[in-house]
């Protein structure tokens, strides 16, 4: 009942602003293309879905509504068919009159948001406020018509070229073998879950060559006997560090927590609260960022997907290193050599630590966001206000990145040497994207 509420506002918002069949004001704001991306976010929190998962449903509802926008401003925008080697050339509009593209390009978003989640038909519902919304603004219903089939046809190639990607594939494989060996990964409290995507490597890559293209130097060896090693000075490093934080550091850890699933215990009860992931909370980014550069809906639509593109593969390479190494995580092997009460800042996710997931992906999308936005962006990040935690400023998207990584070692959760190799891995993934993608012309 409160959606509904809420949308009519809108409606009667945007209706007492303009006159009827003014529609292109209201469908062609690049905010409400913003609010769309939003929908998706929401549900991808909502069913939990783990960070590697969602970067994947954002970059195919991304490219879906990037595609139709490039169809629609051919002398601005190159298609990504082609450029993404394994990507097949998308249908083209032949009606063009009767396409409001951007209108096509929420809806194709929508569309294949709704095929990469779950439960089905989760994001169907916002589909038809979109064309209530453009009917009540005056949109003749034969470029409603038009835009809506257009934006059916492209969702449904889409969707038909993920289809290859090996992601249904790696759903029924092996599951991650624990073994008690010395430095390999083993699962953490208070969950103690189970690995989470051994397999994503498999995963087939966007712009990355391969999921071992650009992937992070070797950590150091895992050496708890000798007290001036590499391994015990980071660990003891994380703990002292974790044992005299400021309020500021606290802050910093947990606005870039972005954990989607903490299980929260106390005595015998326990329940679990929800965040965006690293993905969810960068993709929230772009739209601050988008409304602050002045970006028109087409830019708009391209940063999202610069990002995501960016997002889906440092993934796909950071999980080919943490499988390979399957290294400890600092509460791991504090807990058994230093200290067995200890216990992170911040939940330890349940996966390997080397490299860092969010270190890797935050600097692969700063280089993306950079490209689209400028080096010197200032804004203030307000994504993490809807779950109690306070802004943060950002001076620009390397800088965020550079502090994200950090969280890790305030959290507890990481070695910095984690968070130093991962984001050297991600920025070369971030450039290389760069280089390759010729998105706008």
């Given at each position: 009942m409160r959606i509904v509420f809420v949308l009519l506002v809108s409606l009667v918002v945007l209706g007492s602003c303009q006159?009827?069949?003014d529609y292109k004001k209201g469908i062609h704001d690049p905010i409400l293309f913003a609010r769309t991306v939003k929908k998706l976010n929401n549900v991808v929190l909502e069913n939990n879905f783990p960070p590697m998962i969602a970067s994947r449903n954002y970059v195919y509802a991304s490219i879906a509504a990037y595609e139709v926008v490039a169809a629609g401003a051919p002398r601005q925008f190159e298609s990504l068919a082609g450029q993404i080697s394994h990507m097949p050339a998308m249908p083209k509009p032949t009606d063009t009159a009767n396409i409001d593209f951007p209108m096509?390009?929420?809806?194709?978003?929508?569309k294949v948001g709704n095929a990469v989640t779950f439960p089905e038909g989760s994001l169907m519902g916002y589909y038809e406020e979109l064309l209530n919304m453009a009917d009540s603004l005056g949109m003749p219903s034969a470029i409603q018509e038009g835009s809506k089939a257009y934006a059916d046809t492209v969702a449904a190639a889409i969707m038909k070229w993920s289809k290859g990607d090996?992601?249904?594939?790696?759903?029924?494989?092996?599951?991650?073998?624990?073994?008690?060996?010395?430095?390999r990964w083993v699962p953490t409290?208070?969950?103690?879950?189970?690995?989470?995507?051994?397999?994503?490597?498999?995963?087939r890559t966007m712009v990355l060559d391969s999921a071992s293209s650009?992937?992070?130097?070797?950590?150091?060896a895992f050496n708890i006997s000798d007290k001036n090693s590499a391994f015990y000075k980071a660990m003891m490093e994380v703990k002292q560090v974790g044992d005299s934080l400021t309020e500021e550091q606290k802050h910093i850890a947990d606005f870039w927590d972005d954990n989607p699933f903490k299980l929260n215990v106390s005595g015998h009860v326990m329940f679990a609260t929800k965040k965006f992931s690293p993905p969810g909370h960068w993709m929230n980014i772009v739209g601050i960022a988008a409304k602050k550069s002045g970006a028109d809906f087409n830019t708009t639509v391209a940063a999202y997907t610069k990002t995501a593109i960016a997002s889906f593969d440092a993934f796909i390479s950071c999980w080919e290193g943490k499988y390979t190494y399957n290294y400890i995580r600092p509460e791991?092997?504090?807990?058994?050599?230093?200290?067995?009460?200890?216990?992170?800042?911040?939940q330890t996710p349940p996966f390997p630590s080397f490299p860092s997931g969010h270190a890797t992906v935050s600097a692969a999308v700063a280089e993306?966001?950079?490209?689209?936005?400028?080096?010197?962006?200032?804004?203030?990040?307000?994504?993490?206000?809807?779950?109690?935690?306070?802004?943060?400023?950002?001076?620009?998207f390397r800088n965020a990145a550079k502090e994200a990584a950090m969280s890790r070692l305030y959290g507890g959760i990481h070695f910095r040497f984690d968070n130093d190799l991962g984001a050297e891995s991600g920025k070369k993934i971030g450039e290389l994207i760069v280089n390759r993608l010729k998105m706008k012309k």
């Open positions: 006159q009827k069949g096509a390009a929420m809806l194709a978003f929508t090996n992601y249904a594939q790696t759903r029924s494989a092996t599951r991650y073998t624990v073994t008690s060996e010395d430095g409290p208070p969950m103690y879950a189970q690995a989470v995507e051994p397999h994503w490597m498999e995963i650009c992937k992070a130097a070797m950590p150091p791991t092997v504090i807990n058994k050599y230093v200290s067995p009460d200890w216990r992170p800042y911040i993306a966001m950079t490209s689209m936005f400028g080096d010197n962006l200032r804004f203030t990040d307000t994504s993490l206000l809807e779950f109690g935690i306070a802004n943060r400023e950002i001076t620009s």
